[in-house]
C-alpha cells in the first residue's frame, strides 16, 4: 500500500528530518504533505486526503490537542489516525493526547524504528 502522510509541526527542520525517517523506512510512501500548525493541517485535510498525520503538539495558532479535538468532531476527518511526535515525555500529556483520539506518540528525539513501528500500529488499527 502506498501511503500519503502529512506532517504537522512548526519547525521547518523538524518536518523535514521526519519526512527523511519516513523516507528511509522503508515504508511505501507516495507523497508526504507539511503543516505548519492544526489549523493549517485541517485546510490541507479538508483538500487531499492522507492515510496518517504525525503531528507535534505545541505549535502556534492550533496546537497539537486543538487538531484532535477537530478531527474527532469532523465526521469526515474523524477516521484520520494521528500519531503524536513530541519533546514532552510526561505522561500525564501522553495519556491525555491517547485519550483525544491519538493512536501513538513518539518522543523526540526518537529513533527511526520507533518511528516506524508506531507508524504500522496506528495505520494496522485502519488499514489492517
Known amino acids: ?5 502529512m506532517i504537522v509541526d512548526d519547525s521547518p527542520a523538524m518536518r ?10 522503508g515504508l511505501d510512501v ?14 490541507l485535510l479538508r483538500k487531499q486526503r492522507v492515510d496518517i498525520v504525525l503531528s507535534d503538539i505545541n505549535m502556534p495558532i492550533m496546537d497539537g490537542e486543538q487538531l484532535l479535538r477537530e478531527l474527532a468532531n469532523d465526521a469526515e476527518l474523524t477516521s484520520v489516525p494521528v500519531v503524536v511526535v513530541s ?4 505522561d500525564s500529556r501522553r495519556t491525555r493526547m491517547l485519550e483525544l483520539g491519538a493512536k501513538g ?4 528525539p526518537f529513533a527511526p524504528e520507533t518511528l516506524r513501528y508506531e507508524l504500522e500500529m496506528a495505520l494496522g488499527e485502519t488499514h489492517g
Do not use: P
Open 1 to 5: 500500500m502506498s501511503l500519503r502522510i
Open 30 to 43: 507516495v507523497s508526504c504533505v507539511h503543516a505548519s500548525n492544526g489549523m493549517e493541517a485541517l485546510t
Open 87 to 90: 519533546t514532552d515525555s510526561t
Open 16 to 25: 523535514s528530518f521526519i519526512g527523511r525517517i519516513i523516507q528511509l523506512s
Open 105 to 108: 506518540y513518539v518522543r523526540k
